[in-house]
């Protein structure tokens, strides 16, 4: 799916389940899509994450860019065929971080697995019935174990 269907401004939930202790976590705020001149989406979350001891303010910068051929870095796998159409996840220094793909896509973190992907209903279209989409991380290893699920939506 081409990143720039997202742009604009979804509200988004977030579900964490920390598996270790099974603490849980919501998170609640704005991811903002913004096509840059260079050819990126900028994606841009804020909000507040709750618990039972408390809340603090959320954020982070993602970018979605094509990649140089589609290549997918060693330890990542995606599924093979047009829909990657080479476009990747990055943090907001540049680093890797995933393909983005509908469907199952894994990414090696030092030790650490994360597993997961989107999920699309069907293709996110403008206006107010847009659907909503979902991206699930699922991360075992020595650093950590929890389940995060979250679900974007259109404002109302």
Do not use: N
């Amino acid at each position: 799916m081409d990143p720039h269907q997202l742009v604009g401004t979804w509200d988004f939930s977030r579900e964490i389940h920390d598996h270790r202790d099974g603490t849980q976590y919501a998170a609640h705020g704005q991811a903002t899509f913004t096509a840059e001149d260079d050819g990126r989406v900028r994606w841009s979350e804020h909000g507040t994450l709750t618990w039972a001891a408390g809340s603090t303010a959320v954020w982070r910068t993602l970018f979605l860019v094509r990649g140089p051929g589609g290549r997918v870095p060693s330890g990542d796998r995606q599924p093979s065929g047009d829909d990657a159409a080479g476009w990747r996840v990055t943090f907001e220094d540049g680093r890797d971080f995933h393909p983005w793909t509908v469907g199952a896509v894994e990414h090696l973190c030092g030790r650490d697995l994360y597993a997961g992907g989107v999920e699309l209903p069907g293709a996110p279209r403008p206006g107010p019935a847009a659907p909503p989409w979902h991206l699930t991380w699922r991360v075992t290893g020595p650093e950590k174990d929890y389940t995060m699920h979250t679900r974007y939506t259109l404002p109302r």
